[in-house]
Structures are given as structure tokens and as C-alpha cells.
């Protein structure tokens, strides 16, 4: 079902490539894009934003910080229990 980013050149209309792209935030990038046919050589930038979820990531509040504590070393997480003992104090 993956398939890349179809981008054509307005200009001539054949398939273009990104080249760069320019994260300005987790919701919008810049793509930077170069026309493949040798003969046109356009370059140009797309605007791409984020729009609306159609389904909600499995990665709930939980299962992230699940996520985030497989991770951690057991010196790590000594450290959280002294840092949140400290807190609850
Ligand atoms: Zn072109």
C-alpha cells in the first residue's frame, strides 16, 4: 500500500523528485523538487501539511510511556524512582 509521493512538473508535466526537504514543524514541510526531464530542469517547492487523522495512533499516553521505559537502563530508572520520590515528598 506504501507508494512515494507522485509530484509533477507543472510546468511540462513529467514525474519530479524531491530533493531536500525542510521540516518547519511536526505539521509542515517544505519540499524542495527537481523536474526529471532533461529538457525542462524546473525547480520548485511544494508546501506539505498535515491535514486530520482518520484513525487514531495506537500509541496512547500509556503505551508511549511503556515504550519510553523499555528503554531506559536500570540505572535510568533508578534515577526516575529517587526524581519521583522526590516529588511526591
Ligand atoms: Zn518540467
Do not use: W
Not at 14 to 20: F, L, Q
Not at 45 to 61: A, G
Amino acid at each position: 500500500m506504501a507508494r512515494t509521493t507522485d509530484i509533477y512538473c507543472k510546468v511540462c508535466n513529467a514525474k519530479s523528485v524531491i530533493e531536500r526537504t525542510e521540516r518547519i514543524h511536526s505539521e509542515f514541510a517544505r519540499y524542495y523538487c527537481v523536474c526529471k526531464n532533461p529538457q525542462c530542469g524546473h525547480r520548485f517547492v511544494m508546501n506539505m501539511e498535515f491535514s486530520h487523522t482518520t484513525r487514531s495512533s495506537k500509541l496512547t499516553k500509556e503505551n508511549l510511556l511503556k515504550l519510553t521505559l523499555q528503554q531506559l537502563s536500570q540505572e535510568d530508572k533508578d534515577n526516575l524512582m529517587r526524581l519521583l520520590k522526590e516529588e511526591s515528598r
